[in-house]
């Protein structure tokens, strides 16, 4: 299609407009799918607004005014008529856990219970409706919404659950609460050491209280019997769907199982991946992609592998996000590097091994001085194997030391972030860090100042899936507390288009896709998604609200309100 030179030379309506030309027309097929009288914002900054977009097969074909579009209108294209609604590009996630996500969809549920009294009631309703001997998971119980703010402890819960093991996970993933027969099956007494990157934690004579951080949950983690492949099929299809319903029509899928890649090919062969899927296994396991030779971003359209999660620290919350400085009140405590770094050389070497194999790798990072780390390992990196088009990724890159921004820039490191992380820690972060280092937390603004790019992600299950919430977080910054209705470090505050590009375009960049997918743009993947309302135009507060109205993944509508019976759901 000899398009190209011309487009440059016109004006861009005009481009549109070239593929209608009545000599295309005649040897042009007809759409398969046209979505009209839209308001399109595309994410391509050439034409950043249009009315109509054409699909044929799995792509994109035009994008510009109805009347345009209309020219591809055959007999049997399917017509959507948009009546004026906002049209986006399909939500990139670009930090997830998916099956953690899908399996809490049934989990227990602890998020929102508010005393360590309702904590227990449900754990005790869980457990009457749980077959003997098996376990009680997730949970993400936030101890910060009781007061006192206590971590729980197996005594909550132990006389409730006597045949039923429990390990629930506080809400950001490096805090579990075991009861005492879960300690029992991991062989966790007052004698067990902890392990490096890891907690016992333990009451005034020694004896473990059941809570756990980091490391020290692999102890349980252990002895907890791994999923079955059915088991994990329905996990997977069940977040599939939830996934289309909030609007997300690609993910990056960190520290993901072997099992769950191959639940996804599975599905894959039988037509029935509706997510586009970034597979980012453990860095622990560098060699065995090494091996295939494949490198980052290798396989097809909805399934991808090549990239390496690595973990630095530990969480703000949990108090094991590494920092210069001890935390605030917590005696001489600064976080813990986790077992990975243990030593860094360990962490340098995987670097290096998965470089050279041409893998890309995303490293966890939180706290200022965990981040500066990987950044150090990074630029050894980049010296020992010279300038490439790596996409070195910080995931979370949550409180940056001041000298760090311009080095992030420097190594071309893209910032993997979760918005919805900077209005819950906002409620209590600076009691945690003090005033300083909270002002380069979340620093998103700052971030884009120095030319850093942003993926946008939510790090489900950790914080809920949907993208309007994330947006929300981002263009408001409104701590869920309600205390800081116009922002907390409101100058980090970014905007409508600023948090959808990095949703979008942003995550395709972070996984090497922007040419494939990240834009309403003609020969591009045909991922978008229908909202209910304008969030360009309505207050930022209502963005919270707004609902997904179609999910279309490569033309394919995987999701439409007017035909789910119910309505929208908040993980
Ligand atoms: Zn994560």
Redesign the pocket.
């Known amino acids: 299609m000899a398009k190209t030179a011309v487009c440059f030379t016109l004006s861009l309506g005009a481009c549109a407009l070239l593929w209608s030309v009545p000599t295309w027309a005649q040897s042009k097929p007809a759409a398969d799918l046209i979505i009209t009288d839209a308001k399109i914002w595309t994410a391509d900054k050439s034409m950043p607004w249009a009315q109509a977009v054409a699909v044929l097969g799995d792509r994109i074909v035009a994008v510009g005014s109805s009347s345009d579009i209309d020219a591809w209108r055959g007999p049997n294209t399917h017509v959507i008529d948009a009546a004026g609604k906002l049209l986006l590009p399909g939500f990139n996630d670009a930090?997830?856990?998916l099956v953690s996500g899908g399996k809490q969809l049934d989990n227990v549920q602890l998020n929102d219970a508010t005393t360590p009294e309702e904590f227990a009631r449900r754990i005790d309703e869980r457990a009457k409706i749980t077959p003997k001997g098996e376990w009680i998971l997730g949970g993400n119980w936030d101890e910060t919404k009781w007061s006192p703010p206590n971590i729980p402890t197996k005594a909550v819960i132990d006389a409730l659950t006597p045949d039923t093991p429990v390990f629930v996970s506080r809400y950001d993933?490096h805090m579990g609460l075991a009861n005492s027969l879960a300690l029992r099956l991991a062989g966790i007494t007052a004698k067990t050491p902890d392990p490096p990157g890891g907690t016992i934690v333990r009451d005034a004579q020694g004896n473990p209280t059941g809570a756990l951080k980091d490391a020290a949950t692999d102890y349980i983690y252990k002895v907890i019997p791994p999923l079955s492949h059915d088991q994990r099929l329905k996990i997977v299809k069940r977040a599939l769907a939830y996934a289309a319903s909030v609007g997300v029509t690609s993910v990056q899928h960190?520290?993901a199982d072997y099992e769950d890649i191959a639940v996804y090919r599975e599905l894959l062969e039988r037509g029935e991946l509706t997510l586009r899927i970034y597979v980012a296994p453990s860095i622990v396991q560098v060699e065995d992609q090494a091996k295939l030779g494949i490198g980052h971003a290798f396989g097809g359209p909805y399934l991808r592998i090549g990239a390496l999660?690595a973990f630095a620290d530990g969480s703000l919350g949990s108090g094991t996000a590494y920092f210069y400085q001890p935390f605030l009140n917590q005696g001489n405590n600064r976080g813990l590097l986790s077992d990975e770094m243990h030593p860094i050389s360990l962490m340098r070497d995987r670097y290096m091994k998965a470089d050279a194999a041409g893998l890309q790798i995303c490293t966890?990072a939180i706290g200022d001085e965990g981040i500066s780390t990987i950044l150090d390992l990074y630029a050894d990196v980049i010296k020992a194997h010279g300038e490439a088009d790596r996409r070195f990724r910080i995931?979370?890159a949550q409180h940056m030391a001041a000298k760090d921004f311009e080095r992030f820039a420097q190594l071309h490191v893209i910032a993997s972030v979760?918005p919805y992380h900077a209005i819950d820690d906002g409620r209590f972060a600076e009691s945690h860090i003090g005033h300083d280092r909270a002002s380069r937390t979340y620093a998103f603004r700052t971030f884009l100042d120095h030319g850093v790019r942003l993926a946008f992600g939510t790090?489900w299950e950790?914080a809920p899936l949907d993208p309007l919430l994330t947006l929300y977080a981002a263009v408001t910054r409104a701590t869920l507390d309600g205390k800081n209705p116009s922002g907390w470090f409101p100058e980090q505050k970014l905007s409508v288009a600023e948090a959808v590009g990095a949703y979008t375009m942003g995550s395709a960049y972070a996984e090497f896709q922007e040419n494939e997918k990240g834009s309403i743009t003609a020969g591009k993947l045909a991922d978008m998604v229908l909202v209910s309302d304008d969030i360009f135009s309505i207050a930022p507060e209502k963005i919270r609200d707004v609902q997904v109205l179609k999910t279309l993944v490569g033309g394919r509508l995987v999701f439409d309100r007017s035909a789910a019976a119910n309505g929208k759901s908040q993980n």
């Open positions: 930090h997830v856990h993933g960190m520290v999660k966890h995931e979370h979760q790090d950790v």
